[in-house]
């Protein structure tokens, strides 16, 4: 979309420097479970700080004590973790690329989640098309957002590790190992020495926490909270705490926010980047459902890699929604994505980019930091949904600061 750095990377291109790409990045963090696009997407200047801008506005009106209060009660009973933080310390906002009233690059919201992603990765996915490119284009581009790499490290160490022996920091999961994030989870290792563990291998005493490692016991004294609570709901998983219990950790990014920002959120926001979205029960309960439902798309609140959006709304797809569950559904408005990016086929690929946030202990609010990018042909943007379509998947957003 950077047409200059576009143009220098179209005609550089071949399958082998995309396997060269992919075999620097697996040296590093393993097989990548997920597929990987063949490009990275290249934001001009002005469209990277754009975006960035849109998530700041977003999270200060998330931020205001009227939204706080009104999604507070989102948070399942038995999932109240204590010591909620005043606001969360991981934000992803997704945005489609799309063209603005103007005819520029600009962002509209697909949806948003305070619980961490890929902050980790995109460090050393960044390196690896960074060893492969920095020849071809004659410069170095990054993701970051106000930030080099160095600074991005540091920030992410303070806000994940702070002050703790990293021994004592862990990455939580339920199966580590088995996740499709795995790689992630390698190159948090590698980065900050945090290890992934499995919280069935959690031991209680008391109020604290802590976990067996070559025979020794580890407190544990800070945990990056990589449980969905989907999953978890699912496998049902026999646990030695409660997530109401009152322990001596501290959560990175803290289990309430999962529940208080999410798509839900999206209702009650006014920000210019936001289309319209209502809850079914708030529709059923005025005027019912649009007439023409082809304008919009129908989520659930609360799901993870995409599972349960439907696309294609019908009546009688929403009529078939229990009315008990209809305030965990959400209609909003399709968006019309700008598919400015040409494969080599001549074929367009649609963009979206997640701005990702981190906000440490000593810092008022979460604040962009560093994007990631997901390319696809079809109708859904989740690397499960384009396994078989070339130029399709997980990237990132690389910015010309010229």
């Known amino acids: 979309m950077d047409p200059a750095l576009r143009d220098a990377f179209n005609r550089a291109y071949t399958p082998e420097l995309f396997e060269r790409y992919r075999k620097r990045l697996e040296g590093n963090v393993g097989p990548v479970p997920f597929r990987l696009a063949e490009t990275p997407v290249f934001l001009p200047k002005a469209t990277g700080e754009r975006l960035a801008e849109h998530a700041r506005g977003i999270v200060a009106e998330l931020s205001t004590p009227r939204c706080l209060e009104a999604m507070r009660p989102a948070v399942p009973a038995h999932y109240d973790v204590p010591r909620m933080d005043a606001l969360p310390s991981c934000v992803q906002v997704d945005f489609a690329l799309v063209r603005n009233e103007k005819g520029e690059l600009d962002g509209k919201i697909v949806e948003l989640q305070a619980f961490p992603s890929l902050y980790a990765f995109q460090v050393v996915q960044t390196r690896a098309w960074n060893e492969v490119l920095e020849p071809v284009l004659g410069k170095r581009v990054d993701p970051y957002l106000g930030v080099d790499e160095a600074q991005y490290l540091a920030w992410l160490k303070k806000t994940v590790v702070g002050d703790a022996d990293p021994e004592q920091v862990i990455l939580l999961d339920i199966d580590p190992a088995g996740q499709k994030t795995v790689p992630d989870f390698h190159a948090t290792k590698q980065l900050l020495d945090v290890d992934a563990v499995s919280i069935t291998d959690l031991k209680r005493e008391g109020r604290s926490l802590f976990r067996l490692k070559d025979g020794r016991r580890i407190p544990v004294k800070r945990i990056f909270n990589r449980v969905v609570f ?12 409660k997530y109401t219990d009152d322990l001596d950790v501290h959560w990175v990014p803290h289990p309430n926010w999962y529940w208080i920002w ?62 008990a569950d209809r305030d965990g559904w959400l209609l909003q408005e399709k968006i019309d994505y700008a598919r400015d990016l040409v494969a080599p086929d001549g074929s367009r690929v649609a963009v979206e980019i997640r701005v990702m946030c981190l906000r440490a202990e000593d810092e008022a609010m979460p604040v962009p930091a560093v994007n990631l990018a997901r390319f696809s042909r079809g109708k859904m943007h989740g690397v499960d949904h384009n396994k078989d379509m070339a130029w399709t998947g997980s990237s990132l957003g690389l910015i010309n600061d010229e």
């Open 230 to 241: 989907d999953e978890l709901d699912i496998k049902k998983p026999e646990l030695a705490f």
């Open 262 to 323: 999410s798509k839900q959120s999206l209702p009650h926001l006014a920000h210019a980047s936001v289309p319209k979205s209502r809850r079914l029960s708030e529709l059923a309960a005025g005027d019912g459902w649009p007439k023409d439902l082809s304008r919009y798309v129908l989520k659930p609140l609360y799901s993870y890699a995409g599972t349960g959006v439907k696309i294609d709304v019908s009546a009688a797809d929403v009529d078939a929604i229990p009315v």
